[in-house]
């Protein structure tokens, strides 16, 4: 298995120091590039310390040999797309589960289009508790919530008022949806597209 530290530390535009201080506890940048040639074990620990550190799953920190990894090759300007000088490794964003309250993931499959959405696309969305302070980031933003009897909002969450939660569906012409005390809200962080 091939260590990705590197990789993604420089992908987040970290440096040795910044990484050792970011672990909880902080250790040394000698540590951390120890762990990143190989010279020190990469044990469970360690990955799951650097893994919080740098925002990212434990897993993604290796990788199989054979397995080669996505590349940033180019840059898209207002001219064009532009070759970059040094190709590098692409890092999966990992807002999809960044809260210590969050549960895994879900998705939302697009059957049909609606609004900006086309058939095919997947929508990843970050659950949160209702009662998570950090959901004042996902107002504006498209948020799927959980309904009484299996059922499901979608749209855009456009006001909050206590456990009231008012959103804004994505098709033209539809009236907004109010959802009192949800269990959750997820909002929308990445959005998965075929062309």
Known sequence: MINR???IRKAKGLTLADLAAA???????????????????????????IAAALDVDP???VRAEAQ?????????????????????EAVLP??????????????????ASVGEYRVGDLIW????????PDL?????????VPRPGGRFAFGRLIDRQGKLFGLLPPGAGQKQLVVDNPAWVA????????L
């Open 5 to 7: 530290i590197r990789a």
């Open 23 to 49: 672990c909880q506890p902080p250790t040394t940048a000698q540590t951390i590039g120890r762990l990143e040639t190989g010279t020190r074990n990469l044990s469970l620990v360690w990955m799951n310390r």
């Open 59 to 61: 897993q993604s920190l």
């Open 68 to 88: 080669e990894p996505a590349r940033i090759v180019a840059e898209l300007v207002a001219s064009g797309a532009e070759a970059i000088a040094t190709p590098r």
């Open 94 to 111: 990992h807002e999809l589960v960044t809260h210590e309250d969050a549960s895994a993931p879900v998705v939302i499959e697009v059957t």
């Open 125 to 132: 969305l970050s659950p949160l508790a209702a009662d998570n």
């Open 136 to 144: 004042t980031r996902a107002i504006n933003r498209d948020c799927l």
């Open 187 to 194: 909002v929308a962080v990445m959005l998965v597209r075929a």
